[in-house]
């Protein structure tokens, strides 16, 4: 079982950025591929990054493609995004998750197990 929690949110103006940490404990995280997900208000929950375990692979949505990168820290059990050039259209609760199923894609929310409790990113104009 692996707990995680996100941390680094908060409210930015357009243009901004912001820096997000997924904390993990209970187990390695360099034992998984993880992922970055979002969800706005009235919305499913939105793929927007993934990495591989050893972090020399990772991959992105569309609508985040050249303005976040993931990043881990296996030594420090934690995975981070950078977010840069955040748009009010960026705004939703962020979540972290270990990539568990590679039956699915990796952009596919059922792929992924023990979600962190979130972090709210707001962009305001």
């Known amino acids: 079982q692996v707990q995680l929690v996100e941390s680094g949110g908060g409210l930015v103006q357009a243009g901004g950025s912001l820096r997000l940490s997924c904390a993990a404990s209970?187990?390695?995280?360099?034992?998984?591929?993880m992922g970055w997900f979002r969800q706005a208000p009235g919305k499913e929950r939105e793929f927007v990054a993934g990495i591989s375990s050893s972090g020399t692979l990772t991959y992105y949505g569309d609508s985040v493609k050249g303005r976040f990168t993931i990043s881990r820290d296996n030594a420090k059990n934690t995975l981070y995004l950078q977010m840069n050039s955040l748009k009010p259209e960026d705004t939703a609760v962020y979540y972290c998750a270990c990539r568990v199923d590679t039956r699915w894609p990796s952009d596919r929310e059922k792929s992924y197990a023990y979600w962190g409790q979130g972090t709210q990113v707001s962009v305001s104009l």
């Open positions: 209970g187990r390695t995280l360099s034992s998984y591929r």
